[in-house]
Every structure is written in C-alpha cells, then in structure tokens.
C-alpha cells in the first residue's frame, strides 16, 4: 500500500534552517510529481512547493521562495524539503503529497491535486 | 492569486441530514476544483476532482458540482464517520490555493 512517512521536524530558532524528508514506499516513486503542503495549528491548508517526477521542475509558494528548496532522490525514493532563514510564521505541520496522476507509457502529466498525504511533520520556530 | 471562499465555517446537521457545502473562487478555475475531507489527526483524503468526479471508494452519498467560480460539495445523507472538515482547492492556476474550511459538526 502506498505510504509516505515525513520526518526531520523540530523545534528550532528563527534564522535556522532545518530539512525535512518525505520517505515514499508502495508506488513507483520516480513516476509522481510530488508537494509540500502545510497546515498551520487550528489553521487550513497551504500548499508550499511541488517538485516534477523527474526534479526538474519545481515551483514555490511566494511565501517560501527563496528560503525553501524542494528536491527528491528517486533512487532513494525520497522528497526532501530543506528550509533555511525560518520565520515564527512557518510554524506547522507538513506533509508530502502524491500527485494523482503517475506518468503512463505516453504521459507524465501531473494532476495538480492529491490523493495520498503522509501524516506530517510538525515544525516549530520559535525562540 | 486565486482566494477560496468556503461558507459556512462551520454546518451543524443532524445524522441522516443532508448538508450543502459551498466553495467560491475569485476568478473562474473552469472545473480544476477538488474537495478534500479531514479528520482530526488524520491526513486528508482526497473525495472529489473536476470539480464532480468521485476519487477512488468514495461513497456515492458525496457529489461535487459546480464550475467556474461556485461550487458546491454535498452530502446527501450524513454519516457518523463524515463529521469533518471539508477544503476545496483549485488547480487551475499557481499557486495552488486551498479554502479555509468548512466544518461539519454533529447537531
């Protein structure tokens, strides 16, 4: 069955940085585009970052971009999130996403929607 | 970037009831819309995709309809495992943005 279990989360200071990791297992990994959404305490949803199937294309949230960097390692099947310059307002839980569509013999064009979520890493930044 | 409106916040309805829940975005998204359902401490799951297709074993009770700019999710009878939060989100344009929410809540 498909899984994706976040990991790296913490309480950390403001200015620093921190990575998160998203490990994946029940899919073919390297066939999905992938996102980091995340969800403040008593708050909605947010979407961060998405990364394409093979990594070469990724597109941020303006309130992240130039702070966050997504990447993946389909050999490890592994997403990563490193977050550096950590502000109190990134305080939340973050989960990696699966896109709907994995890529078939002709296509790999994403979705843009999610069917399966890890449960999440909570992120604290705070002094 | 396209905001998500959900209305109500919060929908109190009895068991059986049926419950209306609307998602409204700025500027048209076409169909590019899906409804998501969360638990609390759970992950959310993914009920609805252009804007009225069902995702994947989700029961027939669940509809989605709408386009452009007003959508609606609804449940035609209520469930106990469906009191929840409930987001829509678009996709149509970057950045992906998600609704505040709409809970539904045991009357």
């Known amino acids: 069955q498909v899984q994706l279990v976040e990991s790296g989360g913490g309480v950390v200071q403001p200015g620093r940085s921190l990575r998160l990791s998203c490990a994946a297992s029940g899919f073919t990994f390297s066939s999905y585009a992938m996102y980091w959404v995340r969800q403040a305490p008593g708050k909605g949803l947010e979407w961060v970052a998405d990364?394409?199937?093979?990594?070469?294309?990724?597109f941020y949230a303006d309130s992240v971009k130039g702070r966050f960097t997504i990447s993946r390692d389909n050999s490890k099947d592994t997403l990563y999130l490193q977050m550096n310059s950590l502000r109190t307002e990134d305080t939340a839980v973050y989960s990696c996403a699966r896109d709907w569509s994995g890529c078939s013999s002709t296509s790999c064009q994403p979705s843009y929607y999610f069917d399966y979520w890890g449960q999440g890493t909570l992120v604290t930044v705070s002094s | 970037e396209i905001v998500m409106t959900q209305s109500p916040a919060t929908l109190s309805v009895s068991p059986g009831e049926r419950a209306t829940l609307s998602c409204r975005a700025s500027?048209?998204?076409?169909?590019?819309l899906a409804w998501y359902q969360q638990k609390p401490g759970q992950a959310p799951r993914l009920l609805i995709y252009g804007a009225s297709t069902r995702a994947t074993g989700i029961p027939a009770r669940f509809s989605g309809s709408g386009s452009g700019t007003e959508f609606t999710l609804t449940i035609s009878s209520l469930q106990s495992e469906d009191f929840a939060v409930y987001y829509c989100?678009?996709?149509?344009?970057?950045?992906?943005?998600f609704g505040g929410g709409t809970k539904v809540e045991i009357k």
């Open positions: 990364i394409s199937y093979e990594g070469s294309r990724k």
């Open positions: 500027q048209s998204v076409s169909n590019n």
């Open positions: 989100q678009q996709y149509n344009n970057w950045p992906l943005t």
